[in-house]
């Protein structure tokens, strides 16, 4: 017991506090999220995957490995998720919803920070190709599914010129290949910008999980908190041998397979009006109810 609240104390309480600083202001000032999520989307995120991967020791395999895991990850629990809802028989809309919250895990905010918290810079710049990989799929598989399958191939592809961190991967994979540094100037200034990210997440994180409103859909909370904390790691385990994840590469994965629902997810259920204010719960109750599920998971993989 006195390793869990250790485990729990230096490793996810921290991430509470920070976050808990923007649920403060965003109750106190009325500030709007959207700018702070801008910055940390275009600017801070980008930089800091392309800093993981052009200092660490990542290949292409590496890559490849994780992109596999993460997107069959996301289709087996997509899947168990829309089995679950049809025996309970949720309305359409409600079941789309329950699928993206259920699918999408919080990579970034959430999991980018424990990871660095709890197994260091290795294990962060494998998680960024998890993160990554999940970003890449909130556009493509995220809008297949809240548009209820009506949405065009094209605007779907499109959507991936969006996605900033897209970039910043292809540039940090062909500079490695190549041997190429980066000018002094340039580097140090993605490096600053890099260090931004992760604090700005977590505040962020808060600013918008005060949003959050009881809607009284309770069996719907149930499925889609229990695939995402529960059933995804559980799952994640199996997948990792599978495809051959070791080490601070086994870590990362299972870690943030084990994260609460996407932030994202919120924005997909407002773009296409697909249960907005359960989504928004969801993120919200699967992420104060996390603690109890990731503590031990931490444990189990000796963090």
Partial sequence: MDSLLSLFTNNLLPIFLAAGTGYLLGKTTQLDAKTLS???FYIFSPCLVFDLLTTSQLTSGDLARMAGFVLVLAMVVGGLTWLAGRVLKFSRSMLVATILAATLPNAGNYGLSLNLFTYGEDALAHASLFFVTSAILSYTLGVFIASLGKAKIRDAFIGLFKIPVVYAVLLALVLVRQGTALPLPIER??????????????????????????TG?????LVANGMRLVVSPAIAIGLAIVFGLTGAAYQAGITEAAMPSAVMT????????????????????????????????LAFLGG
């Fill in 189 to 214: 200034t993605t490096s600053v910008l890099a260090d931004a990210a992760i604090p700005s997440m977590l505040v962020l994180l808060g600013l918008l999980l005060q949003r959050a409103e009881w």
């Fill in 217 to 221: 859909q309770w069996r719907e909370l």
């Fill in 266 to 297: 919120t924005v997909l259920a407002t773009e296409f009006d697909v249960e907005p204010v359960f989504v928004t719960l969801a993120v919200f109750t699967s992420t104060i109810l996390s603690p109890l599920t990731v503590t031990p998971l």
């Fill in 38 to 40: 801008r910055v940390v």
